[in-house]
C-alpha cells in the first residue's frame, strides 16, 4: 500500500512540473522568443537564486503591419521553482508555493521571425506584490510609442502623387 501510494505522489510530482514545460510549448514560437529574453534578463541579477519558469499569460498582442514584420506585448507570470539559478534541464524543477510570482512585461519587434534589436526590446518584471497601477500604465505606453515608432502600420496607407 505505501508502495503505491509513493507512485501515486511520484506521477503527481512529475505531472505538476511537466505542466509547466507544456504551457511554455504551447506558447507562439514569437511569445516563447519574449518570455526567454525576460528569463536571460531574470538570471543576469545577483541577487537571484531560484530557477524561474514560465507560469502564465495575462495578456499576448501582436500587430503584423506587413513585410514580415510584427511587434509583440506579452504579459506573463514567471513563478520560482525549487531548483537552484543556472539550472540547465528544468524538466524536474518544481514550481515553489512560498515565493511571489514575477510580473513581466515584454514588447518587441520581430523580422522573419527574429527579435530585432532596433529597436530596442523592453523587458520589465518586477515582483507581483510591488507591482503598482502606474508601472502597469507605464509599460503599456512604452510598447504603444515602440509600435507606432517606425511609422510601420502608416506605410501602407500613404498614397502615391500619381
Known amino acids: 500500500m505505501a508502495a503505491l ?10 505531472f505538476i512540473s511537466s505542466n509547466s514545460q507544456e504551457s511554455y510549448n504551447s506558447l507562439p514560437e514569437t511569445f516563447r ?6 528569463l536571460e534578463r531574470l538570471n543576469s541579477h545577483t541577487g537571484i537564486q531560484h530557477h ?5 499569460s495575462i495578456t499576448k498582442s501582436d500587430i503584423e503591419p506587413g513585410f514580415d514584420v510584427s511587434y509583440i506585448y506579452h504579459h506573463f507570470y514567471l513563478k520560482a521553482t525549487k531548483c537552484q539559478k543556472g539550472t540547465v534541464d528544468s524538466t524536474s524543477c518544481q514550481f515553489r508555493n512560498d515565493r511571489p ?3 513581466c512585461a515584454v514588447c518587441y519587434k520581430t523580422f522573419q521571425g527574429e527579435i530585432e534589436a532596433d529597436p530596442k526590446p ?4 518586477i515582483h507581483k ?17 515602440m509600435a507606432y515608432s517606425s511609422g510601420a ?10
Open 5 to 14: 501510494l509513493l507512485l501515486l505522489l511520484s506521477v503527481g510530482a512529475l
Open 33 to 38: 522568443k519574449g518570455v526567454d529574453l525576460a
Open 52 to 56: 524561474f519558469l514560465y507560469f502564465r
Open 101 to 103: 510570482l514575477i510580473d
Open 122 to 125: 523592453y523587458v520589465h518584471c
Open 129 to 145: 506584490p510591488a507591482l503598482t497601477e502606474e508601472m502597469k500604465a507605464d509599460r503599456v505606453e512604452h510598447c504603444n510609442r
Open 153 to 162: 502600420p502608416t506605410l501602407l496607407a500613404s498614397l502615391g502623387t500619381e
